[in-house]
T-cell receptor, first 111, second 115 residues
Framework: DAKTTQPTSMDCAEGRAANLPCNHS???????VYWYRQIHSQGPQYIIH???NNETNEMASLIITEDRKSSTLILPHATLRDTAVYYC????????????FGKGTKLTVNP | DGGITQSPKYLFRKEGQNVTLSCEQN?????MYWYRQDPGQGLRLIYY???????QKGDIAEGYSVSREKKESFPLTVTSAQKNPTAFYLC??????????????FGDGTRLSIL
């Protein structure tokens, strides 16, 4: 029951920008978009989140379209350590505040 | 360093045995969560707690139990009633903000296997 769709896999050359798309066409007006990544056998790592404005932190940038139906996570200079599964999540409001993880995008950064 | 510590990293359970997975956080977070992840699958919520001495069932609570006696600790017991316990178990926590937008942060997980 994930509310997002992402490509199954993507490749990126080391040092180049990695742009990971996500569709969330049924997002509600007050629902945030979160991005996490998971390296094999580790817990998910929080990257960034946003509501409607573009956001940037030390790890990445998040670009959200004006209609909020899609977003793009940008890793500006990908390194080999960025190889991971990236999850785009629209957080369920109220109740448990649980995160619903879909299958994510497997990003492979190549030397 | 502040963070979420899960132990042990690997755990083996015999048939009919209960096992307890530890989750400790020193982030002063109010809410804590337990998720289960199966190979190639997303996370599924087992139990959550938004305040000490209170917790609620998630989507797959059958065969599991929890307690929240202290703010920093949220142990999960996998009972013998859980017939398919082999999975990767993840604990998470977050601050309870007014609008609930604070992100959850995760530990590094416990991998449980059946002997």
């Amino acid at each position: 029951d994930a509310k997002t769709t992402q490509p199954t896999s993507m490749d990126c050359a080391e040092g180049r920008a990695a742009n990971l798309p996500c569709n969330h066409s049924t997002i509600s007006g007050n629902e945030y978009v979160y991005w996490y990544r998971q390296i094999h056998s580790q817990g998910p790592q929080y990257i960034i989140h946003g509501l409607k404005n573009n956001e940037t932190n030390e790890m990445a940038s998040l670009i959200i379209t004006e209609d909020r139906k899609s977003s793009t996570l940008i890793l500006p200079h990908a390194t080999l350590r960025d190889t991971a599964v990236y999850y785009c999540i629209v957080r369920v409001l109220g109740g448990s505040e649980k995160l619903v993880f879909g299958k994510g995008t497997k990003l492979t950064v190549n030397p | 360093d502040g963070g979420i510590t899960q132990s042990p990293k690997y755990l083996f359970r015999k048939e009919g045995q209960n096992v307890t997975l530890s989750c400790e956080q020193n982030l002063n977070h109010d809410a804590m969560y337990w998720y289960r992840q199966d190979p190639g699958q997303g996370l599924r919520l087992i139990y959550y707690s938004q305040i000490v001495n209170d917790f609620q069932k998630g989507d797959i609570a059958e065969g599991y139990s929890v307690s929240r006696e202290k703010k920093e600790s949220f142990p999960l017991t996998v009972t013998s009633a859980q017939k398919n316990p082999t999975a990767f178990y993840l604990c998470a926590s977050r601050t309870a903000g007014d609008d609930g937008r604070q992100p959850q942060h995760f530990g590094d997980g416990t991998r449980l296997s059946i002997l």
